[in-house]
């Protein structure tokens, strides 16, 4: 039987889980689309130096929600509330780690980001980046009621050349019915 999935809001000690994980599901998902010697060399202390970063500030707009099994960190969302005047709340990332992808971890993390929007800002929208050769991410917001809105290439740290699409939600509903569908 699998150990029930709990969450809980980060906090600073948290900062090297959520960093090492965050580097991992790179390194896994993004080998192509991100420059191999940043993913090979300096993607886990990059990562680190911004996680400690974040939680360090307190942010009432910011939650990090960590997913756990058994006290293990299996997963972790970062939602920023009121990101931009049109496009609304903004999902900044979305982790699970990768042997466990598929599992539905990543889905219960959305519904509990798109419900604390939901109760800061009821009704109003929500977006996302995607890196747009990430096929397996668009296949997951899609079926959670996301929609392309507009695609940017821009230079980044990671890459020259970064191909991205800003993946939007109305609201949570489409969230909420994914999780009441039979």
């Not at 896994?28 to 090979?40: S, V």
């Not at 959305?110 to 419900?115: D, H």
């Not at 668009?138 to 050349?161: C, I």
Request: hydrophobic share 40%.
């Amino acid at each position: 039987m699998t150990p029930a999935l709990t969450f809980r809001p980060a906090t600073l000690p948290d900062y090297d889980t959520i960093a090492r994980l965050h580097a991992l599901s790179w390194q896994h998902t993004y080998r192509g689309m991100m420059r191999d010697d940043y993913l090979d060399g300096e993607v886990v202390e990059e990562r680190l130096a911004v996680w400690q970063e974040r939680l360090s500030q307190d942010d009432p707009r910011r939650l990090v929600l960590l997913a756990e099994r058994d006290g293990v960190c299996v997963g972790f969302v970062c939602a920023l509330l009121d990101h931009d005047p049109i496009w609304g709340d903004f999902i900044d990332n979305l982790h699970v780690r990768p042997d466990l992808k598929g599992s539905g971890i990543g889905a219960r993390l959305m519904l509990e980001a798109t419900g604390w929007f939901k109760q800061a800002r009821p009704g109003g929208p929500f977006y996302l980046w995607v890196l747009e050769d990430n096929h397996g991410a668009r296949r997951f917001y899609e079926r959670l009621g996301a929609t392309n809105q507009e695609r940017v290439v821009r230079a980044t740290p990671f890459s020259p050349e970064s191909r991205e699409l800003r993946y939007c939600w109305a609201n949570a509903a489409a969230i909420e019915a994914f999780f009441e569908q039979p």
